[in-house]
């Protein structure tokens, strides 16, 4: 039963009426797992079509006079180009602190047809933080709006993009690319779509009216080839993919070079600096970090969790590892952390301390499962 | 007569003679969630009452199993080791976990009847 300080999504009846288990996220009470548990969730979505509420996530959006403005004032706080983000495109990127340590990352979309418009998809955790920073930082011809009556859901999957045309038959979903966004007619309800997600499969993520997002998501559900899952299986999916979760692999201590998110930050935007912790990131780049994410593959079936400390094998301490868990997909125990540089080649051998035993394991490339991207 | 008893956190004990076969309870199971992997004990150990004597990894977390009676380990089970989630399956049958040679077989006493333990679950509902 949750407090009366919990929150609640648009869709918390729907999930209670499913049967999910719940439990408290950023907050939120939230579906950590539905009847057939996380396992079957996992390997549904990477077969057919999972369905995710993510409506605790923050949504804003960033207004002004045009592109230019809105993107250079953002620019001013996230390393990404946004002054190129064309119509119809979305970008990944973080908010950076003056050490150049992440606050948090964030989705930036460019709604086709809108000019002076960029709208943020933030982290739930984060979003108060989030929107204080930017709304002290902007300047006075750009404003935040936040879009607290939007609900987020994600649909994710290779029968995704096939569900959700069946609602929208001529709205061009099939057409986008990976990143690409739309606003889309999808049956009767509007929505604004990106061909994106959070678990390394084709999908889509919606963003809708909350009063409506009931509906919607009892029409997909309703289509045999979706599934409702909890954010267990979101994050076992998510750390096959190799992707970071913040207050895991990004926290206000770690820069995007050593998290391994220099591919976010386009090379103009190398070059000229002018986001907070620069120095650090350019330094980084030059040189290389001191430490690196990496994937790591236990030995053994045991699974090695957040917190376990990496060592060498003399038992001299390496990193720590940041995510873990198993990986259903792939059949055997997964984790990520950060390593010093100099052990973070893969195929290095290291330890990893669980219940107070060193238990092999050895640095993995990522993603441990591999992306199913629409590249188009 | 096979006796089964329980306690509070979740494990059974059914006793065969002087030994007691352990594992953990169907409840437990279901709250575990998809068992993944098990850390037996090593044959020979010697275990009082309380001590740790497994772990049971989930997809999401690890949970000990605690020794519900003290003696030492004389078998583990070796399907649930290549099987986890034969825990899952039929976590009072053949997802048993370790059997011990009761070192103190008044021990038992103390634990939960099955009717007891039954009620205790209500109560956690």
């Given at each position: 039963?949750?407090?009366?300080?919990?929150?609640?999504?648009?869709?918390?009846?729907?999930?209670?009426?499913?049967?999910?288990?719940?439990?408290?996220?950023?907050?939120?009470?939230?579906?950590?797992?539905?009847?057939?548990g996380?396992?079957?969730?996992?390997?549904?979505?990477?077969?057919?079509?999972?369905?995710?509420?993510?409506?605790?996530?923050?949504?804003?959006?960033?207004?002004?006079?045009?592109?230019?403005?809105?993107?250079?004032?953002?620019?001013?706080?996230?390393?990404?180009?946004?002054?190129?983000?064309?119509?119809?495109?979305?970008?990944?990127?973080?908010?950076?602190?003056?050490?150049?340590?992440?606050?948090?990352?964030?989705?930036?979309?460019?709604?086709?047809?809108?000019?002076?418009?960029?709208?943020?998809?933030?982290?739930?955790?984060?979003?108060?933080?989030?929107?204080?920073?930017?709304?002290?930082?902007?300047?006075?011809?750009?404003?935040?709006?936040?879009?607290?009556?939007?609900?987020?859901?994600?649909?994710?999957?290779?029968?995704?993009?096939?569900?959700?045309?069946?609602?929208?038959?001529?709205?061009?979903?099939?057409?986008?690319?990976?990143?690409?966004?739309?606003?889309?007619?999808?049956?009767?309800?509007?929505?604004?779509?990106?061909?994106?997600?959070?678990?390394?499969?084709?999908?889509?993520?919606?963003?809708?009216?909350?009063?409506?997002?009931?509906?919607?998501?009892?029409?997909?559900?309703?289509?045999?080839?979706?599934?409702?899952?909890?954010?267990?299986?979101?994050?076992?999916?998510?750390?096959?993919?190799?992707?970071?979760?913040?207050?895991?692999?990004?926290?206000?201590?770690?820069?995007?070079?050593?998290?391994?998110?220099?591919?976010?930050?386009?090379?103009?935007?190398?070059?000229?600096?002018?986001?907070?912790?620069?120095?650090?990131?350019?330094?980084?780049?030059?040189?290389?970090?001191?430490?690196?994410?990496?994937?790591?593959?236990?030995?053994?079936r045991a699974?090695?969790?957040?917190?376990?400390?990496?060592?060498?094998?003399?038992?001299?301490?390496?990193?720590?590892?940041?995510?873990?868990?198993?990986?259903?997909?792939?059949?055997?125990?997964?984790?990520?952390?950060?390593?010093?540089?100099?052990?973070?080649?893969?195929?290095?051998?290291?330890?990893?301390?669980v219940r107070g035993k060193?238990?092999?394991?050895?640095?993995?490339?990522?993603?441990?499962?591999?992306?199913?991207?629409?590249?188009? | 007569m096979t006796e089964i008893r329980f306690t509070k956190d979740h494990e059974y004990v059914r006793v065969e003679g002087d030994l007691a076969v352990v594992g953990i309870s169907d409840h437990a199971q279901e709250q575990l969630g998809d068992v993944v992997f098990v850390e037996l004990p090593a044959i020979g150990a010697k275990l009082a009452k309380g001590d740790s004597a497994a772990v049971v990894e989930s997809v999401k977390a690890a949970s000990d199993v605690f020794a519900p009676v003290s003696g030492e380990v004389v078998e583990v089970n070796k399907e649930v080791d290549a099987q986890p989630a034969l825990i899952n399956e039929d976590a009072m049958g053949r997802g048993w976990i370790l059997k011990i040679k009761l070192a103190d077989a008044g021990e038992l006493a103390s634990l939960l009847s099955e009717a007891d333990y039954g009620a205790f679950l209500q109560t956690l509902a």
């Amino acid at each position: 039963m949750s407090d009366s300080a919990t929150l609640h999504t648009p869709l918390h009846a729907l999930h209670v009426e499913l049967g999910a288990r719940m439990g408290p996220f950023a907050g939120y009470d939230m579906p950590i797992q539905y009847g057939t548990g996380i396992l079957a969730e996992h390997l549904h979505t990477r077969s057919r079509a999972g369905l995710f509420d993510v409506s605790h996530m923050g949504q804003a959006e960033l207004v002004g006079p045009d592109h230019a403005t809105v993107a250079a004032a953002l620019e001013r706080l996230c390393p990404a180009d946004f002054l190129g983000l064309a119509p119809g495109r979305q970008r990944y990127s973080q908010l950076l602190n003056a050490e150049g340590g992440v606050i948090d990352d964030l989705m930036v979309s460019r709604p086709p047809g809108a000019d002076g418009r960029l709208n943020l998809v933030v982290n739930a955790s984060r979003k108060a933080i989030d929107f204080v920073l930017l709304q002290s930082n902007l300047p006075s011809s750009v404003r935040l709006i936040r879009l607290d009556r939007l609900a987020l859901v994600a649909l994710q999957g290779p029968a995704a993009v096939a569900a959700l045309e069946r609602l929208a038959p001529d709205g061009g979903l099939a057409a986008m690319s990976f990143m690409a966004v739309q606003p889309v007619r999808l049956d009767r309800f509007t929505a604004f779509v990106s061909r994106s997600g959070y678990t390394g499969e084709d999908g889509f993520e919606i963003s809708l009216p909350a009063d409506e997002a009931e509906a919607f998501a009892r029409r997909l559900l309703a289509d045999p080839e979706v599934a409702p899952i909890g954010l267990g299986a979101r994050d076992s999916l998510r750390l096959e993919a190799g992707l970071c979760l913040y207050g895991h692999e990004l926290d206000e201590t770690i820069d995007p070079i050593e998290a391994g998110l220099a591919w976010s930050i386009q090379k103009r935007r190398r070059v000229e600096g002018g986001f907070p912790g620069a120095a650090r990131v350019q330094a980084a780049l030059a040189k290389g970090p001191a430490r690196q994410r990496v994937g790591i593959r236990p030995d053994g079936r045991a699974p090695a969790r957040e917190g376990a400390e990496i060592v060498d094998a003399s038992g001299a301490p390496l990193g720590v590892v940041t995510s873990g868990g198993f990986g259903p997909s792939v059949g055997a125990p997964i984790a990520m952390g950060y390593v010093a540089s100099a052990a973070a080649a893969p195929g290095a051998a290291v330890s990893l301390m669980v219940r107070g035993k060193p238990l092999a394991a050895r640095v993995s490339p990522l993603p441990f499962h591999p992306h199913a991207y629409h590249r188009g | 007569m096979t006796e089964i008893r329980f306690t509070k956190d979740h494990e059974y004990v059914r006793v065969e003679g002087d030994l007691a076969v352990v594992g953990i309870s169907d409840h437990a199971q279901e709250q575990l969630g998809d068992v993944v992997f098990v850390e037996l004990p090593a044959i020979g150990a010697k275990l009082a009452k309380g001590d740790s004597a497994a772990v049971v990894e989930s997809v999401k977390a690890a949970s000990d199993v605690f020794a519900p009676v003290s003696g030492e380990v004389v078998e583990v089970n070796k399907e649930v080791d290549a099987q986890p989630a034969l825990i899952n399956e039929d976590a009072m049958g053949r997802g048993w976990i370790l059997k011990i040679k009761l070192a103190d077989a008044g021990e038992l006493a103390s634990l939960l009847s099955e009717a007891d333990y039954g009620a205790f679950l209500q109560t956690l509902a």
